[in-house]
Every structure is written in C-alpha cells, then in structure tokens.
C-alpha cells in the first residue's frame, strides 16, 4: 500500500485517548471512525489494530518488534481480518457470516481478534443484521472497527451499537508544514480548500502533479467554462470533462460558482485561501456578467445534477450535464445582452 508508512500526526489525539481507553480497559469493542476520504480513517484502524495485536505494548503504541508486529507488517496475522466490499458492490451476508464464524474462534496468536470494516455503509441490510449480535455482544476479545465517510447512512440499530468517531482535518498551517516534511510545497491555499483540508489526498495530488502526471482541473473547469461561454458549439468537451469524474468535478465547477457568488456579494475580491483564487482576474470579469439571482439559481441546479448523478449511476450522465451547461450558458448570455 502507498503511503503506509507515512505519519498521520492529526490523528494522534485520537490514537491517544483509543490507548488509553484499551490501558483503563474501556476499550469499546466496536468502533466507527467516519470523515472524509483521505483523512487517514484506515490508517488509523490499522494503527489500533495492530496495538491491539501487539505481544508487548508500550506506552506510545505497539513495540513494532515482536512476533505479532511483525506479522501484522507482512500482512500475515491470522487474528486480524479486513472486510471490505469488491468494486463497490454491496458487502453481502456469506461475507460477514464467514467473518462471525472466525470471530467465534479462538484466537490463534495472542489475547486479542481485530476485524476491520471497511465502507460499512456498503453492507446489505441483511449482512447488517447479521452483523447487530456480535456488535452487542463480541466474542471473547474481538474488536470490530467500522470505517465510512458519515454516519447518516448506517442503520440506526447499527449505529446505536458502536462508538463512534469523526476525523476532523488539520488546520491551514498543520497541514502546510506537513505536507512540506513530505517533499510538497503549497504554492496557492486554494488547493487546500479544493480537497477540504484531506492530507493524504493532497499529498497524492500534489506529488503527481509536481512529477507532471496530473493536470489542476481546476484550470481545466475554468478554461472549459471560458470555451462554453465564448464558442458557439462548445457543449460537448466541457460536459465530458465534467462526465468523467462526475462527482468531484461537478465540486469543482460548485466552487467556482461558490466563488463567484462571494465576489459578486462581497465586492471585494477573494481571500487567497479561496479554490479559485488564483483565477482572479477571470472571475472578476464573469462576476460582472452575471446576477447573484442566477448564480443563486445555477447553483441549485448544480447540486441537483450532482445528486441525481451521483444517487443513481443509471442515469443518462451527458445529458444532464448538457443539460445544466446549456442553462449556465443562458444565465450568463442573458445578462449580456442587458
Ligand atoms: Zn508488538
């Protein structure tokens, strides 16, 4: 896995009090971590998890030395356990009845089983309930840790029976000097705001963009936004950009929406923390093109679209976003011709 052995600083608060939970005994024997990807939310369940393995914890984690450590490294500890769903598809119920079969064992090692869940969200809801008994009551020294990017999709009945907590980002200045310690400098904040302060994320996109295998898409929404309103036939390569990647693309295109919308409100310019901040001087001129009544209303109807799309994979995907294109397009002509 990349990164793994990348330090997760911000989560430390939260490996501390786990820590000394399980040294007062009050361990939970099943926990959900939620926050948004990239964050580090497995990372952390690995982290605990192979403290609660560890044959000779210290006072700061595992020992990282003994038999069980080494094992847990080389993936190849028979007491932890990783589900997780295949492509996204539901995670079914032969999947977790296996899992409580195991959990219904002895330990082969040490004292303690760790199952980790990944996405729990993605469990059918007969998998779910399959998965309630043993949330209330684990065997022996069984510890589940759930991970999902909220809560608000889990079944009440399941949520009700772990203990749960969200990842925060760090702040503007705790992220920007750590991403330094990893070799990537942060020329403009609004990237930071682009992925909402997620670490590992911005490290990935940043060091391939510093090796030039990615582009900012954010220039790429602002010149395909250029194109649509300036060129007559230009529908079609903006609304495939934005086809690809739907869901964070259709981000993007909110944000500069997002912004426009606080120039416009603000006359003032933009903070250089905003996503879109280093397109100042285009913005500046759009901004003057459009009513904050139709970027109100533009923005709606950008979140509508991203629902839908986003809900229901089935959906004709072009044409919803031609469809939202075609509107921005008219907003924006509209106000020309005033
Ligand atoms: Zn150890």
Not at 131 to 142: A, D, F
Not at 230 to 236: D, I, P, T, Y
Not at 292 to 316: D, F, P
């Amino acid at each position: 896995m990349p990164q793994s052995n990348v330090p997760t600083p911000w989560l430390d608060p939260i490996f501390e009090t786990l820590k000394q939970n399980y040294q007062n005994s009050r361990f939970a024997h099943a926990l959900l971590f939620t926050g948004s990807t990239g964050l580090g939310k497995f990372k952390l369940a690995l982290r605990s998890a192979k403290y609660l393995l560890c044959d000779n914890k210290q006072s700061n984690g595992s020992c990282g030395n003994c038999h069980a450590c080494n094992l847990f490294d080389a993936q190849n500890h028979l007491d932890f356990h990783l589900l997780q769903s295949e492509n996204n598809k539901a995670i079914g119920i032969e999947q977790v009845r296996s899992l409580i079969n195991t959990l219904n064992e002895r330990p082969h090692l040490g004292d303690n089983k760790v199952v980790v869940i990944k996405d729990v969200q993605l469990l059918s809801t007969a998998a779910a309930n399959a998965l309630l008994k043993t949330l209330e009551e684990p065997q022996g020294n069984s510890y589940l840790i759930l991970l999902s990017r909220t809560h608000h999709q889990l079944m009440p009945t399941l949520y009700s029976r772990v203990q749960h907590t969200h990842l925060h980002s760090p702040n503007d200045k705790q992220l920007t000097s750590w991403l330094e310690q990893q070799g990537v400098a942060v020329t403009d904040k609004g990237v930071l705001r682009q992925f909402q302060n997620c670490p590992l994320i911005l490290l990935n996109h940043l060091k391939a963009l510093q090796k030039g295998e990615a582009t900012d898409e954010r220039r790429n929404c602002v010149e395909g936004l250029f194109t649509l309103l300036n060129q007559a036939e230009s529908l079609f390569d903006f609304s495939q950009f934005l086809g690809k990647e739907v869901e964070s693309r259709l981000q993007l295109l909110f944000f500069m929406l997002h912004d426009l919308h606080k120039l416009k409100l603000t006359g003032q310019g933009l903070n250089d923390d905003a996503v879109y901040f280093f397109a100042l001087p285009q913005l500046q001129i759009w901004s003057e093109q459009i009513t904050l009544k139709s970027l109100r209303y533009l923005n709606s109807e950008l979140l509508k679209t991203r629902a839908l799309l986003v809900e229901h994979s089935g959906l004709k995907k072009e044409l919803l976003i031609s469809a939202l294109l075609i509107k921005i397009k008219k907003e924006f002509k509209e106000q020309a011709v005033c």
